[in-house]
């Protein structure tokens, strides 16, 4: 599966983005997708993942103000970011698995696409 995040840019707080993972080579309705995001000096963390069904699960430092979704006959799956923080400031990677729990952990995940920078200004 190839990935390509977009929808990146500078925002001031309190305003709002919505990134794009456009997803190849795979039956997109058959995996799982999901948005990471690594701020300058910090681990790599969770942020929001959709199975293949639908079910979604969004990280608690972005519940309420950020929105996975996806659209299978597009290829493409979003995150639709709100009220937006100078703390979201990172770069944001789209990531896909066959395996939705193993996608929420983070760990040993199947295909990784590009980032795309993030920046709230205050």
């Known amino acids: 599966v190839q990935l390509q995040a977009s929808g990146g840019g500078l925002v001031q707080a309190g305003g709002s983005l919505r990134l794009s993972c456009a997803a190849s080579?795979?039956?997109?309705?058959?995996?799982?997708v999901g948005w990471f995001r690594q701020a300058p000096g910090k681990e790599r963390e969770f942020v929001a993942a959709?199975?293949?069904?639908?079910?979604?699960y969004h990280a608690e430092l972005v519940k309420g103000r950020f929105t996975i979704s996806r659209d299978n006959a597009k290829n493409t799956a979003y995150l639709e970011m709100n009220s937006l923080k100078p703390e979201d400031t990172a770069v944001y990677y789209c990531?896909?698995?066959?395996?939705?729990?193993?996608?929420?952990?983070?760990?040993?995940?199947?295909?990784w696409g590009k980032g795309t920078l993030v920046t709230v200004s205050s």
């Open positions: 080579g795979r039956t997109f309705s058959s995996i799982a």
């Open positions: 990531a896909a698995d066959t395996g939705y729990g193993r996608l929420r952990s983070g760990r040993d995940v199947q295909y």
């Open positions: 959709i199975s293949w069904s639908g079910s979604t």
